[in-house]
């Protein structure tokens, strides 16, 4: 246990070094907001540390080493040095001082407190872990990038894997083994995720919070890192026996329709937690159920997978902060120059802030780290910018339209072109909108996701509303505005399907569950009418306008998956709803803390009986939603009755079977080599386990896997039928022709290979024959050519 606390300590130095190189950098970056980014120095200082390393290895100037990232290191603290070199840093010290201690021991805390429930739960053997431990090691032994496909031997990695990269880099540098750097990965994410949504609500609540922004930082940070949604307290009365069965029927969540099995304030050691994620029921004509995923982060961080969409995260709070520091700036830069984009066309090209192409570098990371990220930041900071320039010019300007959409130019397609090598080699599922015709979310379902933001947010913004009420230029906003929400799924699903689409999507909605897509319009329009009036006001207030920003994009991501989805592998809006949650379950969260700091200030200064009751109810329905991290992590961690490690690969006994094995190879076998091993199936831990744990390219791994990620299903066959007609050739020659074809050096054969192919003696012979046994034991036999 030793050696892991020394390592846990490696890895927390490593990330403050990084923190730290990269602080004068961030604090000009986010120099327009109230702690100049002061719990951003990790996210900025990993962000552009990898992106170094990987250009630089990318375009062949480096290999992937530790003395690689010690000079990415080095530069980005010159680079710190170079562009705070008008700045004594002494001066910014002082003024930041606190900000820094306060972020870097909050980050600390979260770390370590998730460690420690982590130490419980560490091990690397469900769902998708396998594929991402694969991926952490295939770029852990690969010296150039883009990686070799751990699971398609010859092929590099066709998946977004920056995350896995930057957490690669920390393992690297702080030279721990990959199976503790996955559990540290996971804990710097959680604690990166929790110092970014405090920073960010800390930030915007400044203004009317004072003393108290700290606390309201800290509320962001449960309401996006900790809470769960309000199903786990439905567990609770379930599992107590509360509640008559026409109100479990009325609930429809189908396992809470059954008699509980007992008491108390756990529901059970089993995977209850599971259904949270799993509220809304489609049902297609047919009568089927396709899933459909409504995950969110607290859900995320007690399963522990690695996944893109949770390492996108805290670097999505990045690009929020880098809004934000949009909005606050752009309002007193001066205005843009005017540029010759074509013959006799010009547009205002935006004025920028400090270090413009930091803009794009951040933004456009969200593409490299989970694709479906990056459209929804990028818009949300184009949108941020449009506003603050509003501000600027004082009016609606063909000058501020033409600048905006210069900014938005520059973002996108810098935000492209900047990783251009990934996505040359990067093969996406998506292949345009399909229409969302039966399918509809129940509003009782919508609201136990996302009940408590909606509780911080609706009668904030209803009293906005009333407030603003008789003012016809709020009336006119607000009917633009509905008749906008209303046209909005024709248009969506015109584009997906055509006049079929739309009649397609709007029977459905009429017919199916009408009331949730209604209520969205409504509320959507209320959100874009008052930001509207914002826009338009003589005095700028910027943190209350970001906040309504962030409603907004928020209602429209889960108003659009009513109608439209985006056609992937899976055929169904599983996939959409699933990413366009997580984004809006950070979007809402950020804004409803603002919305309660908001009604708080207004509350604790007028000493209103109507505030302090809704504060109230607020404060119960977050009782109620912590139930769930609790919970949850009790029964995933067993009760914390085991022996605590962080080490996620010690369930496989290192020194017997194919642990020992595993191990042997992995430190025999030289970096790149192709090894051959049975393809498994999905979500099978026991299968395609050597490729996964030591990173080295196998023939075919988990083949479902690769159809999802674009690879040609006749492709994956003809390597299923090479991989058989190896383990169970009859000829030596025939063997060595296929060894030959994909460049294999070793050979495994396991407790899997011999059931799957039934091999016998004489296949074991034929290998014999072209390869050499260089180990043997426990019933597992390595062999080398």
Known sequence: MLNQILAVAAWWLCLEVIGWAAWPLTATFLGSTTSRGAAFTKHLGLLVAGYLLWLLVSLKLLENTRAAILVVLILVAGLSLFVSRRQRLADQWRAQRRELFAASLLFLVAFAGYLAFRAYDPFINHTEQPMDFGFLNAILRSRTFPPSDMWLSGYSISYYYFGYLLMAMVAKLAAVPSGIAYNLALGTIFALTVTGAYGLVRDLTASHAGSHAHRFGLLGAVLVALAGNLEGFLELLHANGIGGAAFWRWVNIPALAQAPAGGGWLPGLDWWWWRATRLIQDVNPLGKMPEVI?????????????????MALPFGLLALAVAWNLLTAAARLPEGDTVEVLPGWSIAWPALPALPLLVPLTVGALGFLNSWDFPTYALVAVAAYAIGRAWRYQRLSAAWASESAGFAGMVLALGFALYLPFYIGFRSQAAGLGVVSYAKTPWLQYVLIFGLDLAALVPWLLGQGLALARQPRFRRSYGVALTGALLLPAALAASAGGITGVLLAIFGSAVVAPWLALALALLAALVAA?????LRAPQPDAAPAFALLLTLAGLLLTFATEFVFIRDSFGT??????????????????????????????ARGARRLTGHLWLGAVACLLVAALYYPVAAATSKAGLFSGRPTLDGTAWLAPNTGEGAAIAWLGQHAEDGATILEAPGDQYRPEQSRVSAWTGLPTVLGWVGHEGQWGRDGALLAERQADVAAIYQGHSAAAVRALLDKYAIEYVYVGPFERQKYGLTAANLAILDRVMQRVYDQDGVVIYRR
């Open 294 to 310: 409504a995950e969110f982060p607290a859900f995320s961080f007690i399963l522990g997978d690695l996944h893109p969409h949770v």
């Open 530 to 534: 008052l930001l509207w009036v914002r």
């Open 573 to 602: 809006r599983m996939n959409t709803m699933f990413k366009f949650y997580y984004q809006t379950w950070a979007l809402l969260g950020i804004a409803a803390a603002w919305g309660l700091s908001e009604v708080w200030a207004r």
